[in-house]
């Protein structure tokens, strides 16, 4: 564990820019002890600054001029933006200044960034999305969320690999139970991708339970669900609106009468602890798995308390030696060399071919 | 519109089989004036029928002696049980003895009889299940859920056809919106067949207003949302999971202390009108479309009101004759050989790509 935490913030990124990502980053300095580098426009950033107080923090400025627009493309966003404050974030963390970094901008922009400027693990073909979602139980890590639309089983495989291991020392769970998301609990139900990683996936080494429903992505039976960027982006999407739409159904109900208002009310205290429970903003970002440093990856629409929540997070990244546990639990497993698109070889797939 | 309207229903099908299909039909003949048939093993239906009045009512009994297990394999009861329950009420409506049928069973059985029993409708590559979701305004209908797992972006364009009938002509939309599932709203955003079926869709006679993201699916924004089955039906049954999740969270807290059990005994009505706004038993099941009768399926756990409703939902499709409408509404437009798998000639190709 480093002796201080050093955190990049891209404090231009998202809807909000600077008016959250400042008292955020506040916030998160304070709570962790952590050091913070808030990356962007200069100007912006102080008189953001100028609002707080801050004396009793670790802040610094570390100025870059140009931002990368939300529906900017990625490739322009690298080629023609190499001050914008995304790319000059990552680049801290690539160059020893940061420990991680963590941005609210464009999402396809900051896989680019983690890709080509932090570079990716070893064996690791496609780094990935990981969301960790409340349930009922505890969290589980829903891998990928959408840093890649179309996948090949193997790719599915190296999800559950990296994520088993999140989930193992970030999470702090014994032997992780992973499964796939699919349409039917049996082992033959799936589209012709899943169809093919469960035959991977049962004869990895990692404890494998088979499909998971959609149904019971929310039930906390499963540790780590794999899918690829596009189910699990809708899923992810699908999530959050339905969360809106039932919460606005359900107030609009409560507002329809004084008796239910007055109830309401009373039961004020049971609702916050509710709303709190289920906030995205209390469940940090989804971290980008499979990168050469630690990067986390926030909605555009993130308050500063999510920023916070975000920050906070990559403070237990570095201080679990997240990304070391990454490379050292995948050095030490053979089979990420298998099931990477090189170590596509014949052998193997006979190998999982006959093991069924 | 037929003087009278007769429906079968698949006594046996579902979780508990007689238990809800006789009261749940019972309550829809009450409720629709239409004539029912339960058809399955008659000793049960009857005994499950004494315990109700039902002298008011049109009911039949039609002996079947076999029933289609909920994990057998379709094809499995399509060849080896020719006297199931689901089997012999799709022969019904086949032989015009019935106008449409509806089930809890095997879904996948219930695709079966749908296919090799009814028959597709001529130009239909591939019928699917479409959901009607209630949203915060009208209802959307999503498209595929679950009847094909692996499409091509043809499939997507014949779905989003057969959907459109039926949101113009059962849920009497005025030229409906017709969007595909995807990761992104700009066009580009997607995994490779959403990508190909945007540039088909924005070329076709439809509607279409782009990507729907899986946060805008319940806004009620769009009425026709079309996606592959296995991304239908993970949506579908994560919506149904969360619910559950988050209505179990909500009482959870409610239930902590005295004054919160108070408020909400004091707001019960508008809980209870928001658990009837949102509970899938006052929406019906899910018709499979592009087939030569009405097929309705329902949730295997469906309770005796979710049977009622499903058939309610029947008779509207008889009364609003949505099957003459469909087969008409696919003849007057050709695009729907267009876009048949022996359609996918060079020129529609051509066409479709230079468009763009």
């Not at 400042?22 to 953001?48: F, H, K, Q, W, Y």
Request: glycine share 10%.
């Amino acid at each position: 564990m480093p002796k201080e935490i050093c955190l990049a913030v891209d404090a231009m990124g998202g809807d909000f820019g600077p008016e959250v990502n400042v008292p955020g980053s506040l916030a998160a300095a304070r709570e962790t002890g952590a050091r913070i580098i808030l990356v962007g426009d200069e100007a912006s950033i102080a008189a953001e600054l100028a609002k707080h107080d801050h004396g009793d923090v670790h802040l610094e400025i570390v100025h870059a001029t140009q931002v990368a627009g939300m529906a900017e493309k990625p490739s322009d966003v690298l080629r023609r933006k190499k001050d914008s404050s995304i790319q000059v974030a990552f680049r801290l963390v690539r160059d020893g200044q940061a420990h991680g970094v963590v941005t609210a901008g464009n999402s396809g922009a900051a896989l680019a960034c983690g890709m080509f400027i932090l570079g990716r693990v070893t064996g690791v073909d496609r780094p990935a999305l990981a969301s960790i979602l409340p349930t009922l139980k505890k969290p589980v890590v829903l891998i990928d969320v959408g840093a890649n639309a179309d996948c090949n089983p193997y790719n599915l495989v190296q999800f559950g690999l990296m994520a088993e291991v999140l989930a193992r020392y970030v999470l702090d769970i014994t032997n992780p139970k992973v499964g796939i998301l699919s349409i039917g609990e049996e082992e033959g139900k799936g589209n012709a991708l899943t169809k093919e990683a469960y035959a991977l996936l049962k004869n990895s080494s990692l404890n494998f339970i088979g499909n998971v429903e959609g149904r019971d992505v929310y039930t906390g039976d499963t540790d780590v669900i794999v899918c690829d960027g596009f189910v699990g982006n809708v899923a992810l999407k699908l999530s959050e609106g339905l969360g809106t739409a039932l919460a606005t159904m359900l107030k609009t109900e409560l507002n329809k009468s004084v008796w239910s208002r007055l109830g309401t009310l009373i039961s004020w205290a049971a609702f916050k602890r509710f709303g709190k429970k289920i906030d995205y903003a209390e469940y940090g970002g989804a971290p980008i798995l499979g990168l050469n440093g630690i990067a986390i990856v926030c909605h555009g629409a993130s308050s500063a308390r999510a920023i916070t929540t975000a920050l906070n997070q990559a403070a237990v990244f570095v201080q679990k030696r997240a990304n070391e546990q990454l490379v050292q639990g995948l050095r030490a497993n053979t089979e990420l060399d298998l099931f990477s698109r090189s170590g596509q070889s014949c052998a193997l797939k006979q190998r999982t071919r006959t093991a069924m």
